[in-house]
T-cell receptor
Framework: DTAVSQTPKYLVTQMGNDKSIKCEQN?????MYWYKQDSKKFLKIMFS???????INETVPNRFSPKSPDKAHLNLHINSLELGDSAVYFC??????????FGNGTRLTVT | AQKVTQAQTEISVVEKEDVTLDCVYE???????LFWYKQPPSGELVFLIR??????QNEISGRYSWNFQKSTSSFNFTITASQVVDSAVYFC???????????????FGTGTRLTIIP
């Protein structure tokens, strides 16, 4: 029943590691997003994909690479993790020009 | 550039009191959307409302109401007869309606942490 689901919910890893976060939506939406929420709760867009095509890349370091194998999935791979990458990462989806529906977030902690 | 300001960082009220969360926005676009999202302590982001810039009618949904005033670029949110379950961080957000498909970038305010005291 979950509309937008992310895995894992929590991710604890050491600096320098590579990790991935997966996102799937079953709403039939065309567009998917990654947002980052920092420790002060500030939410900022990272990427958006429409029909598997990258639309928004909001000056995110190259260490972050989104991948959309199909319309229903948008994964986020992060290389060489740094302490500053610790945050909550939210996946979202929408119909074109529609309301964003968010997943429950993935809390990433880099030690 | 778009900007959303939520000047109230934290608000605490006693249960059953009414509370208004302020949101002021800036945009050069004539067509845009405004949103409110709720983030309870469990962490998820819950959609509350979306309002088109052409529709200045106020909206009421149960204990929640929204006051959109284009003249003052404000989109305030009022909770009537607050309850403990209303305790959360509330975000106001803005999106340009002229965006192409996939470009609906939400600009969020910094959020207002609302605590309802039982």
């Amino acid at each position: 029943d979950t509309a937008v689901s992310q895995t894992p919910k929590y991710l604890v890893t050491q600096m320098g590691n590579d990790k991935s976060i997966k996102c799937e939506q079953n709403l039939g939406h065309d567009t998917m997003y990654w947002y980052k929420q920092d420790s002060k709760k500030f939410l900022k867009i990272m990427f958006s994909y429409n029909n598997k095509e990258l639309i928004i890349n909001e000056t995110v370091p190259n260490r972050f690479s989104p991948k959309s194998p199909d319309k229903a999935h948008l994964n986020l791979h992060i290389n060489s993790l740094e302490l500053g990458d610790s945050a909550v990462y939210f996946c979202a989806s929408s119909r074109s020009r529609g309301t964003l529906h968010f997943g429950n977030g993935t809390r990433l902690t880099v030690t | 550039a778009q900007k959303v300001t939520q000047a109230q960082t934290e608000i605490s009220v006693v249960e059953k009191e009414d509370v208004t969360l302020d949101c002021v926005y800036e945009t050069r676009d004539t067509t845009y959307y405004l949103f409110w999202y709720k983030q309870p302590p469990s962490g998820e982001l819950v959609f509350l409302i979306r309002r088109n810039s052409f529709d200045e009618q106020n909206e009421i949904s149960g204990r929640y109401s929204w006051n959109f005033q284009k003249s003052t670029s404000s989109f305030n949110f009022t909770i009537t007869a607050s309850q403990v379950v209303d305790s959360a961080v509330y975000f106001c957000a803005l999106s340009e309606a002229r965006s192409n498909f996939g470009n609906e970038k939400l600009t969020f305010g910094t959020g207002t942490r609302l605590t309802i005291i039982p």
